[in-house]
Each structure stands twice: as C-alpha cells, then as structure tokens.
C-alpha cells in the first residue's frame, strides 16, 4: 500500500511571496488533515477535509492560508502572502474511518 | 483545552538501556492516545495507538501504557539501540477535536 505523498520536500521563498504544496492521501482515505509543525513543537491542525468538505478549519489564518480537496483526492495546501512565521515544516496525514493517522514526509517551507 | 506535556524534552542514554518517555494530558476525556516516532526532516511514523478503554498495547521493543484516569501515558523502549534515535510524540485524539500532540521528547541512543 503506497503512503501519503506529498511535494514538494523542500521550498524556499521570500516575505510577500506565494507557495502551494500538495498532498495525495492514502488510497480510499476519505480523512485527509494538514498540520503545521514549527521547530521545537508538535504539529498543529490547520485543517481536516471529510471527502471534500471541509470538518474543521478554526486553526488556519484564513487572511494568508487556503486549502482546497478537488474530487476528495488530492488536496492543495497555500500561503499568500508569506510572512518569516510561516517557516515550519507542513504535514499532510489521512485516514479512513476509526483508523488511525498516516503521515507524509512533509515539506519545509523556509520563508527569508 | 487539551493540553500535553512530555517529559523529558531530552533524553540521551548508552545503547542497551531501557528507558520510559512521559506524556501526561490534562482532559481524561480521550477516545485514544497514539505514539508517534520522526526522525530529522521527515514525517511521523505512527508506533502505537491504545484506545480509551485499553492500558497497554506492545510492539516488539515499545510498549505502551495509559492511565486515562491520572491522565498519563509512558512508552516503554527496552534494549536500546542506536536506531531509536529521534523524536517521539505524543497526541490524544478526544472525538470532535483535533489529533492534539505534545511537544516530543528528544532521544538519543549512544553506541
């Protein structure tokens, strides 16, 4: 069974600009979550997708963050603009239903 | 609002000890508790989930208590190896709220 993937691993940009990351869940998950994982700290919910419905968003700074799950596949993680905070690393996790997470590698963003 | 606790942050001990991480949760009110190892720049590998009505779950090496009531979990890693360097987190997952992780502890494992 293929795990979470995600890309890119590894960006870099400046204050002000824009990024997108993108995540492929697990076959069959119907749960896809992306998490914000700042150095030194666990992760964090930004937001939990039901199929392509959003469940929970509370966390994400709706002003810079969007995230959006095409078809309840595939989703898409993005900030614009950036600011130096957002430098963190960006885990993407699914699951099907009474299961447990399953994480991708993640990608980290180093916003300069 | 759940809030974890691990301790110690950081854990460095000789290959071929056994040793137990803390984590402790101030709502008991959890359907389940889940262990998670990362290793530098990676993601997180889940190690053991025990659900609220479990007190412990092995694998292999690991083993994993819960004490729902004092709000207190500790994993177990006994014979250490070098390989079991990295970063394990704790979260608790408590039904309509997000997967809530410690901070980790921090283990290293010297030959």
């Known amino acids: 069974e293929a795990g979470v993937a995600q890309s890119p691993r590894y960006k870099i940009i400046e204050k002000r600009q824009s990024v997108a990351f993108w995540c492929n869940p697990i076959?069959?998950?119907?749960?896809l979550y992306w998490y914000q994982q700042i150095l030194g700290q666990g992760p964090k919910l930004l937001i939990q997708?039901?199929?392509?419905?959003?469940?929970?968003d509370s966390q994400l700074p709706k002003d810079r963050f969007s995230a959006e799950r095409l078809k309840g596949v595939d989703s898409t993680l993005k900030i614009q603009p950036a600011k130096l905070e957002d430098s963190a690393v960006y885990l993407c996790?699914?699951?099907?239903?009474?299961?447990?997470?399953?994480f991708g590698p993640g990608t980290r963003l180093t916003v300069t | 609002k759940q809030e974890v606790t691990q301790i110690p942050a950081a854990l460095s001990v000789p290959e071929g000890e056994n040793l137990v991480l803390n984590c402790s949760f101030t709502?008991?009110?959890?359907?389940?508790l889940q262990w998670f190892r990362q290793d530098p720049g990676k993601g997180l590998t889940s190690l053991l989930l025990?659900?609220?009505?479990?007190r412990e779950q092995t694998s292999g090496r690991l083993n994993a208590s819960l004490d729902k009531s004092s709000g207190r979990s500790t994993l177990y890693i006994a014979a250490s190896q070098p390989g079991d360097s990295a970063t394990y987190l704790c979260?608790?997952?408590?039904?309509?709220?997000?997967?809530?992780f410690g901070k980790g502890t921090r283990l290293s494992v010297i030959a």
């Open positions: 996790a699914s699951k099907t239903s009474g299961r447990e997470q399953y």
């Open positions: 076959s069959g998950h119907a749960t």
């Open positions: 997708f039901q199929n392509n419905g959003v469940v929970d």
């Open positions: 709502d008991s009110a959890i359907y389940n």
């Open positions: 025990i659900q609220s009505s479990q």
């Open positions: 979260a608790v997952y408590s039904g309509n709220t997000p997967l809530v």
